[in-house]
């Protein structure tokens, strides 16, 4: 892949290019976002709410949690990268995963198969927290509320479960963190605008967890991280609730019609319940000719490779190039 390529793929300028390789929401911006985001930058020289407190206040009564509940953040990776910088002892997380994982807790990072069996049985006396990914990027899997109340009776009380539920809105009777948290407080909850909402590009993601680990991840994470625009878009998406289940309903019908064609092209993809499809086995090779045809797609952990969808002009293109490609 030309450097061209490689730097498109990881989020520089993508002109002539389809970019499946971010997990982007390329639908048009939820009603009043647009107009929230004009509206705050109209005084770039003010500071941002540190706090983000109407933000915080609107998704406290979201979520029907206290505001000492919820923290927010530039993204959710910012919340998950203070997780792992705060948390006391060895962080399991399955693989494959989401890429940060390992490179945010560092030498405390311990890999499992994506199974809760056997996410169980990687905790030991180290262990100082374990992070689900649900539904899981890259593979698309999720697991449902019963499954996950089974793997927190099994845990010690100290060890903090993290549900990064960053494509949840795609998901099918995935579980619902916040519902588990009300019932666990071990539950640390950590979502984000970036997906379902479309706001990728402007930073803002949010955790709910109990008081005393929002207040110590509140001193982990640096002042002014969330921009007033941000601020404001999130305000303005969280608003557009309606239209932006919408959205998403379009996104998995998309991604269903996407993977059905995949499918009859003889390709293997598992069931998916984010924005993306994910394709076995799959690797460099697929990467390097969908790359030569002007489609950026990625490959995770040697695993296989992972395929945003696209609006449906850009999964035609995709469908039409693997043509040639055979599985």
Not at 36 to 54: F, H, V
Not at 76 to 105: K, N, R
Not at 247 to 257: L, Q
Not at 270 to 282: D, E, K, M, Q, T
Request: charge should be negative.
């Amino acid at each position: 892949m030309t450097t061209e390529a490689m730097r498109a793929a990881l989020g520089a300028p993508a002109e002539g290019f389809v970019r499946l390789s971010l997990n982007e929401n390329r639908r048009e911006p939820l009603p009043g976002v647009a107009g929230a985001i004009a509206d705050a930058a109209r005084e770039p020289g003010r500071g941002p709410d540190p706090l983000c407190s109407e933000l915080s206040a609107a998704l406290a009564q979201r979520h029907s949690v206290d505001v000492g509940n919820v923290l927010v953040s530039a993204g959710s990776s910012a919340v998950l990268q203070a997780l792992c910088q705060i948390i006391d002892g060895e962080v399991v997380h399955p693989w494959p995963s989401f890429e940060m994982y390992p490179l945010m807790a560092g030498a405390k990072a311990v890999a499992a198969p994506v199974d809760l069996d056997a996410l169980g049985a990687a905790v030991t006396g180290k262990t100082g927290a374990v992070i689900l990914c649900n539904p899981n990027n890259p593979t698309g899997e999720r697991w449902r509320g019963a499954e996950i109340e089974k793997f927190l009776a099994a845990l010690r009380d100290d060890v903090v479960v993290v549900l990064d539920e960053a494509y949840r809105e795609f998901g099918e009777d995935c579980a619902d963190g916040v519902e588990l948290f009300r019932k666990d407080p071990r539950v640390c909850v950590v979502r984000t605008f970036s997906k379902a909402y479309g706001l990728f590009g402007l930073r803002v993601g949010y955790a709910i967890a109990e008081p005393g680990l929002i207040g110590r991840l509140r001193l982990a994470l640096l002042p002014f991280l969330v921009p007033t625009t941000a601020q404001a878009a999130a305000l303005a998406a969280l608003r557009a609730e309606t239209a932006m289940r919408q959205s998403v309903a379009g996104i998995c019908r998309d991604r269903d019609g996407l993977r059905a064609a995949l499918l009859d092209l003889g390709w293997t993809v598992p069931r998916s319940h984010a924005n993306f499809l994910w394709l076995p086995g799959a690797g460099e090779p697929l990467v390097e000719f969908l790359a030569q045809h002007g489609i950026l797609v990625r490959e995770v952990a040697g695993s296989g490779v992972r395929i945003t969808v696209g609006t449906p002009e850009e999964n035609r293109k995709l469908l039409a190039a693997l043509e040639e490609f055979p599985p």
